[in-house]
């Protein structure tokens, strides 16, 4: 016991110094279900592994430190254009103004594609995150447009069979048009799925046929990528915590599950 408290104590340690040096800092995850919390059929995303679930159906540490507002909007089966009109944008621009208003630095992740791509070309995608970009900006807060999550989805060679591409390259374009930060989760988390191969990917899967969605462990691995990459994106600015065991696997192509 007394060996194990002496483990984590550089990581309380780190905790504390965190949370004291930084600004206060809120996240608003926006986007599909890939990014949604996993609590129902066709769902089940990065955003418990990022923010931390607490729900019964599904319990996942957080990444961030403790105290740290992390508020998950995206919704089951949106695009750019429904999550519009459907009125969850309005919800995720309320929330993003509350914090705002609250003195904290407030990031606003965006990601989509899995739905776009169904029913629009990429640029169609591409109008509606500019204009996302712009009302976050507006409403106080800092845009990070996410690549979408790769779908695990295999070919015979064991690379992965990408309709994603386009649309996650129409991100990156905007990203730059934009000048936005860009985490490209969509391009690390092809190449991670490659190393491990498609016996430890579809580990991941919320159920054996779903290549979209992610179960428990799934999140957990998804939510500490992309920590990584927003940890990458903005080095020594946020109450990220480490997970270096974690981190390690991800960078070295070894499955953690």
Request: net charge negative; with cysteine.
């Amino acid at each position: 016991m007394l060996a194990c408290l002496i483990a984590w104590l550089p990581l309380l340690g780190y905790i504390a110094l965190v949370q004291s040096q930084l600004q206060p800092t809120s996240f608003v995850l926006v986007g599909d279900s890939t990014t949604a919390n996993g609590t129902t059929t066709d769902s089940g995303g990065w955003g418990d592994g990022f923010c931390g679930g607490f729900t019964t159906a599904e319990l996942v540490n957080s990444s961030l430190a403790p105290n740290t507002p992390c508020i998950n909007t995206a919704k089951n089966g949106a695009t750019t254009g429904s999550f519009v009109a459907d009125g969850f944008w309005n919800i995720s621009l309320a929330t993003m103004k509350t914090e705002v208003a609250k003195g904290r630095r407030t990031l606003v992740t965006v990601q989509f594609g899995h739905n776009d791509m169904k029913i629009a070309p990429p640029e169609s995608m591409g109008a509606n995150l500019t204009i996302m970009v712009q009302q976050i900006r507006a409403a106080g807060a800092e845009p990070v447009l996410v690549t979408s999550l790769t779908r695990r989805n295999f070919n015979a060679d064991g690379t992965i069979d990408d309709a994603l591409g386009p649309w996650a390259n129409e991100t990156i374009l905007i990203a730059q048009q934009q000048n936005t930060h860009l985490l490209d989760l969509h391009a690390a988390s092809i190449t991670y799925v490659e190393e491990i191969g498609p016996d430890a990917a579809h580990r991941l899967n919320r159920d054996p046929t779903d290549n979209t969605h992610l179960n428990i462990n799934g999140t957990i691995v998804f939510g500490r990528m992309l920590a990584d990459l927003m940890n990458a994106s903005f080095p020594n600015q946020l109450p990220i915590i480490p997970d270096p065991p974690l981190s390690f696997n991800i960078t070295h192509g070894i499955p953690s599950f």
